[in-house]
């Protein structure tokens, strides 16, 4: 995609409207993250694919879901040393054809994207540029298309493209365990770590009757220097209203740019 590159350190207000408009849950606020509750009938210990399938189920039950989450990611340098840079992503789906997201990274630079009605949008700030391209009319094939043949950064790609069972249970996981009950962003969570070629994964699902996930600790096994990759997930919604994905108008004053593919279907 030539849309370039992150550039300077400066937030405009358009920046902050894009970032700070809500997808709107409707839910009471959370608990306070620091003040874990009483768990009680914790009883015998689950197996840990059963964790995770039943919390693939429920996410993908749901027609309309939005999230907002805040990431870590390293970068290895020629010497070694790992940088650690950031980001907050909120995203919004509709199922079957739908989705929205905002990136804003920690220098300030944001991407704003659109996938509806057989067509994918992206508007890159503050280099006010944007761009268009064709994608299949379902969502999980044009999500997979953006990300693989485009080569765009799609949120949790695994969750959006309805994969995360083959890629959390498929046949290339090694092995999937329990760890244990543990109290993460406000919440009692099963805490499940898996294995695959390459990957080691981390997950923290919700207890109780909506299991969505709360935490996520990748660590790259095949790179040299161990890249990891955490998010940590917030204001889970099912109550996603019409209306609440704006619709696409471009930026005042921007131009647009081809996407270029970068590899073959």
């Known amino acids: 995609m030539t849309l370039g590159k992150k550039a300077g350190l400066r937030v405009s207000l358009v920046i ?3 970032v700070l408009t809500s997808v709107g849950s409707g839910r009471a606020a959370e608990q306070d993250p620091w003040s874990p509750t009483e768990l009680t009938g914790a009883g015998d210990l689950p197996d840990g694919r059963d964790v995770v399938q039943r919390a693939v189920d429920f996410m993908q039950s ?16 020629e010497n070694g040393q790992k940088l650690q840079f950031g980001m907050l992503q909120r995203v919004a789906l509709q ?11 920690d220098d300030a630079a944001t991407e704003t994207a659109w996938c509806h009605d057989g067509t994918f949008t992206m508007v890159k700030q503050p280099a006010n540029v944007w761009g268009r391209v ?3 009319p379902t969502l999980a094939d044009a999500v997979s298309r953006i990300a693989h043949e485009y080569n765009v950064p799609v949120p949790f790609v ?3 493209s309805g994969d995360a069972a083959e890629l959390w249970l498929g046949e290339e996981v090694e092995w999937v365990n329990y760890i244990g ?8 969570t099963d805490h499940v770590a898996l294995r695959r070629p ?5 997950l923290w699902f919700r207890k109780g009757d909506e299991p969505f996930l709360v935490k996520m600790v990748i660590v790259r096994t095949d790179e040299d220097g161990l890249p990891g990759f955490s998010a940590r997930f917030r204001k889970w919604s099912t109550r996603i209203p019409d209306g609440a994905i704006p619709k696409f108008v471009p930026p005042e004053g921007s131009r647009q740019l081809e996407i270029v593919p970068v590899s073959e279907p």
């Open 134 to 136: 064709s994608v299949p």
């Open 95 to 105: 199922r079957p054809d739908r989705l929205h997201w905002v990136t804003l990274h």
């Open 16 to 18: 902050l409207a894009l």
């Open 158 to 160: 695994d969750l959006l």
């Open 181 to 188: 009950e543990a109290w993460a962003e406000g919440h009692w």
């Open 62 to 77: 749901h027609d309309r879901v939005g999230f907002e989450a805040v990431c870590t990611y390293e970068v290895v340098q």
């Open 198 to 202: 390459g990957i080691d994964v981390q």
